[in-house]
């Protein structure tokens, strides 16, 4: 129904900056809900930034003022711009949607920050 593909993931010194991207099959007007989630070995997964159709964003309180998602609506894409990165932030990251009551997730990517 949805297909999600990340990219943009890769290894970066501490403070350094990157910038994921999220292209979804289908327009993003189509889908209640984009996210980005993120998942350490032995960690739950938890949710790093969301935004709806109508552009209204969260973020959690660990990257508030570090990160920020945004779209391209002509071109499908969501984003997570991620500056001042840390070691902590180290995880693959999962694009998430919401459309129709249905979750759907991309196959994540890894980043990985060193100190």
């Known amino acids: 129904q949805v297909q999600l593909v990340e990219s943009g993931g890769g290894l970066v010194q501490a403070g350094g900056s990157l910038r994921l991207s999220c292209i979804a099959s289908v327009s993003i007007f189509s889908i209640n809900t984009v996210a980005w989630y993120r998942q350490a070995p032995g960690k739950q997964r938890d949710m790093v930034a969301g935004i709806t159709t109508g552009g209204s964003t969260n973020y959690a309180d660990s990257v508030k003022g570090r990160f920020t998602i945004f779209r391209n609506n002509a071109k499908s894409t969501v984003y997570l711009q991620m500056n001042s990165l840390k070691p902590e932030d180290t995880a693959v990251y999962y694009c998430?949607?919401?459309?129709?009551?249905?979750?759907?997730w991309g196959q994540g990517t890894q980043v990985t920050v060193s100190a």
């Open positions: 998430y949607a919401l459309s129709r009551g249905t979750s759907y």
